[in-house]
């Protein structure tokens, strides 16, 4: 089962522009963690926030948690062509305590020139 | 420092065949777990390995089975292939930490099976 679910499925945006990602999760967690997937290929971690934190940045990244909404966000600013890719959320269970994660069904970002 | 490493990147098989697919975790990490990626899917939970055991598994049938060495690499098995088996096959390494941590993915393995 997916504990977490991504809105949009599917975003187009111009390059340059901002891109937001939306997540949704079911039961409480300790971390939710955010990754990109290249054309089917392996994913790649993006940034991890823990159930304590609120708000996160990396780079041209910015990540929100509300725990209390069950709910985080992903923002990409000032976008690139290279930023086309699936987005998946990953969370992992508080009452397991272990680190597995699952993950949402994504979000397709496709940045048009 | 080599990341996770799995092989092969594709394979084809026959229904009713058996698969082996094989990891290498990421230099320090003692965790492996697999995870099954179906075309427009996100990843499912297969099973995770640490300390040669199976911590968890996820929700597949008991043709999914896996080990793990000594030297933290694993290999995932499933016999009596599907059409429906077909898929990316992804593994992801870390360490095992209460309060959790963030996984290293390899490139995958694309099995397809017809």
């Known amino acids: 089962s997916q504990q977490g679910e991504e809105d949009p499925q599917a975003l187009s945006i111009q390059e340059g522009e901002n891109a937001t990602m939306n997540c949704s999760y079911k039961t409480s967690i300790n971390n939710l963690q955010w990754y990109r997937q290249n054309s089917g290929r392996g994913l790649v971690h993006l940034i991890l926030?823990?159930?304590?934190?609120r708000e996160k940045h990396s780079g041209r990244l910015r990540v929100t948690l509300d725990t209390s909404k069950k709910s985080s966000s992903l923002l990409i600013t000032a976008s690139r062509a290279a930023d086309t890719a699936s987005y998946f959320c990953?969370?992992?269970?508080?009452?397991?305590?272990?680190?597995?994660?699952?993950f949402g069904k994504g979000t397709r970002l496709h940045i048009l020139p | 420092d080599a990341g996770v490493t799995q092989s092969p990147t594709h394979l084809i098989k026959t229904r009713g065949q058996q698969v082996t697919l094989r990891c290498s975790p990421k230099s320090g990490h003692d965790t492996v777990s697999w995870y099954q990626q179906a075309l427009g899917q996100g990843p499912q939970f297969i099973f995770q390995y640490y300390e040669e055991e199976e911590r968890q598994r996820g929700n597949f049938p008991d043709r999914f089975s896996g080990h793990q060495f000594p030297n933290y690499s694993s290999e995932l098995n499933v016999n009596a292939l599907l059409l429906g088996d077909s898929a990316l096959y992804l593994c992801?390494?870390?360490?095992?930490?209460?309060?959790?941590?963030?996984?290293?993915f390899g490139q995958g393995t694309r099995l397809t099976v017809v």
């Open positions: 990953a969370t992992d269970e508080f009452l397991n305590r272990d680190d597995k994660i699952i």
């Open positions: 992801a390494s870390s360490l095992l930490a209460r309060g959790g941590t963030e996984a290293f």
């Open positions: 926030i823990r159930s304590n934190e």
